[in-house]
């Protein structure tokens, strides 16, 4: 196996958490996105949409999206499990990754790269050139800050994202809620429930990386 990675993008940190959570160590190549590395000809025959992660199989499959890669390691390497092991409990994970992925990754995405002069173009991943939309940065910043404020009732009475045992649904509201903080924003003072979440899933050795 070999996992495509870049240090400082948030999507290629999900599946580094969830390699890190399984105890796994994978051959990993760092890919340049600061100087288009991915929209070279070389990466495009690995990933041709450009982006990661990118997780490519002892068979030579390549995995161009974190769901795919999660989904191969969780099958391939059970142990612990981190997309549930029930109907119930995979179905909630599901339900939850989507919802996080909607609500924040993508509102987060949506306003840093339509205001951020390194996205300049780039509004949108992917081979074809998107102009960026002053409103949508305005908008993808008031949708993480709901996203933000969301967490909480996400979190109910339980002790993880989805229910009482840490899944792909924590590594995936982790990694948003610090993606928002470069948009400078935070989880609400308030949200208490949120906050100890927070504190508890970012001081696991696989939130440093
Ligand atoms: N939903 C996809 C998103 C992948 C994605 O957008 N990756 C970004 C890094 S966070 C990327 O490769 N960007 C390349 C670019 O900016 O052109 C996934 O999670 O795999």
């Not at 340049?32 to 068979?59: C, K, M, Q, W």
């Not at 092991?85 to 990754?97: C, G, H, K, Y």
């Not at 995936?172 to 979440?197: C, H, M, N, Y």
Request: with cysteine.
């Amino acid at each position: 196996m070999k996992f495509y990675d870049c240090a400082t993008a948030p999507s290629s940190r999900l599946v580094r958490i969830f390699i890190a959570e399984k105890g796994l160590e994978i051959p990993t190549q760092e890919v340049d996105l600061r100087h288009g590395e991915h929209l070279s000809p070389e990466f495009r025959a690995i990933n041709p949409y450009g982006t990661v992660p990118v997780l490519e199989t002892d068979d030579g499959q390549h995995l161009t999206s974190t769901q795919g890669c999660w989904r191969y390691l969780e099958a391939a390497f059970p142990e612990p499990p981190l997309l549930g092991t029930t109907p119930a409990d995979q179905a909630l994970i599901a339900d939850r990754v989507w919802r996080i992925d909607l609500d924040g990754v993508h509102a987060a995405a949506e306003a840093l790269r339509n205001r951020s002069r390194g996205f300049k173009d780039r509004a949108l991943t992917g081979l074809v050139p998107v102009a960026q939309i002053p409103e949508l940065a305005e908008r993808g910043l008031a949708r993480t800050q709901r996203f933000l404020e969301s967490i909480d009732g996400l979190l109910g009475d339980s002790e993880y994202i989805a229910g009482d045992s840490f899944t792909a649904a924590d590594i995936i509201a982790l990694v948003t809620v610090d993606f928002a903080g470069w948009l400078k924003l935070k989880l609400p003072e308030d949200a208490v429930r949120a906050q100890s979440w927070y504190e508890k899933v970012a001081a696991r050795p696989s939130a440093a990386l």
